[in-house]
């Protein structure tokens, strides 16, 4: 891409992305400062998929991006994107991972069809414009596609209220949230006398966050909140153990029947909890000592707030739902290989091999020779060590250990820092 100059008004920095035509995409001159949430229905089995549009809300203000609007940085295993309908310019796109297309490599996916709520947030647009979801199985290969025209004018668009339902408190303010990254940590499980403890914890989260490079130095491109939401009951609830809990988000462990997946399939619920705070990437805190959470890209984040080791693992959870970073340990006990010899992951911190030129291949300090596939790491310089993505061959990851693959681990690696770094700086910053 060609870089266009970025220019401050009235101290607001206005930023644009030219596409492959070189033709500008100015925010304010297709969007409103607003937002148009789409609210899907994701159907199949492991072999079939369809999506459905539930509902269309908005409100206003617009939290996200305002630069970089019709490219992607990662390319996720689903995208939804906005055209123009008369040219077909891309006005704006991003990438997301869903827990349906999680599901879809489970046994259970062989013998049932069900369907998955999910929740996007694009800008509003001045003029109708054509919306286009597409998922991607681990092939790369399209498993379904839906486009629909979406007018701003539109009298069953639904308003949501401006006015938080529940209490809000600044934990982190680096700025305007139309110029920083916004983050809302939610309560789930806390009853309405816990709540001191929940912002206590959440607290602890935006501090432990920050606490790690690159987030250190790009603190002042950060926002976060957090948001009281007041369950009934406190606790989370546990099939494995028979324990249901009425809570706020209606979240549990043993997703897909793995004891410490712990995730909410309420995505319409999360979201109208949200309803009129300023945000972009979520951080769900659970009341519960038990061990578990999960972190679902472009999605939410999900951890178990008491348990001993949460501070490494809310790190670990935020670098794959914000990050797009992949898992780096094997265990090889998956329903279905999730990586493939022949295609590259779009995760920036493992690689097949398949495309080693878009990984670290840049960062060694000698280029790969015909066949090699692995090479030892020398400090901070990258080597390729096999065993990542849950698959102990095949699959292979740049440093012998790091916060995406152990609690133990002090620090993110050398790629890990450097994809962080560029997902930063897209949601802020003209690229090239």
């Not at 500008?24 to 998929?49: C, E, H, M, N, P």
């Not at 679902?296 to 501070?311: D, G, K, L, Q, W």
């Amino acid at each position: 891409m060609t870089r266009f100059i970025v220019s401050l008004l009235g101290g607001l920095t206005l930023c644009f992305a030219l596409n492959a035509q070189g033709q500008s995409v100015d925010f304010d001159r297709y969007f409103t400062d607003a937002t148009l949430r789409i609210d899907y229905q994701f159907i199949g089995t492991a072999k079939t998929q369809q999506i459905a549009v539930s509902e269309l809300r908005k409100s206003n203000h617009w939290y996200g991006r305002r630069c970089n609007l019709d490219t992607l940085l990662l390319a996720g295993n689903g995208q939804i994107t906005m055209r123009d309908i008369a040219t077909r310019q891309t006005l704006y796109t991003y990438s997301f991972s869903t827990l349906f297309q999680e599901w879809q490599n489970t046994e259970e996916a062989t013998r049932l069809t069900k369907s998955f709520e999910n929740v996007f947030l694009l800008p509003m647009p001045r003029e109708a414009v054509d919306v286009e979801v597409t998922l991607f199985d681990s092939h790369r290969r399209v498993t379904a596609m839906l486009t629909h025209r979406v007018d701003p004018a539109d009298i069953l668009i639904r308003a949501l209220s401006d006015v938080p339902r529940y209490e809000v408190k600044e934990l982190l303010r680096s700025g305007a949230p139309s110029e920083c990254i916004d983050v809302a940590i939610i309560a789930e499980g806390y009853t309405a006398e816990e709540m001191p403890a929940f912002y206590a914890k959440a607290q602890q989260t935006c501090d432990e966050i920050m606490r790690y490079q690159p987030f250190a130095d790009h603190k002042a491109q950060f926002n976060f909140y957090a948001v009281g939401a007041e369950s009934d009951e406190s606790g989370i609830s546990i099939p494995g153990q028979g324990l249901w809990k009425q809570t706020a988000l209606g979240s549990n462990f043993n997703t897909f029947y793995s004891d410490r997946y712990l995730t909410t399939l309420r995505l319409t619920t999360l979201h109208n909890a949200l309803s009129g705070v300023p945000y972009e990437h979520i951080i769900i805190l659970a009341n519960t000592d038990n061990y578990g959470g999960g972190g679902i890209y472009n999605s939410y984040e999900m951890t178990a707030a008491n348990h001993r080791a949460f501070n490494p693992v809310v790190v670990h959870e935020f670098g794959h739902f914000f990050a797009g970073l992949a898992d780096e340990y094997a265990y090889d006990d998956q329903y279905e290989e999730a990586y493939f010899a022949n295609v590259e992951p779009w995760e920036p911190n493992i690689t097949t091999l398949a495309d080693f030129s878009v990984k670290w291949n840049d960062m060694l300090d000698k280029p790969l020779r015909p066949g090699e596939k692995c090479r030892e790491p020398q400090g901070d310089t990258p080597g390729i060590i096999e065993g990542a993505g849950y698959q102990s061959r095949g699959v292979y990851r740049p440093f012998h250990d790091c916060r995406m693959r152990t609690n133990a681990h002090p620090t993110f690696c050398a790629v890990c820092c450097r994809a962080i770094e560029r997902i930063i700086n897209y949601y802020t910053v003209q690229q090239h």
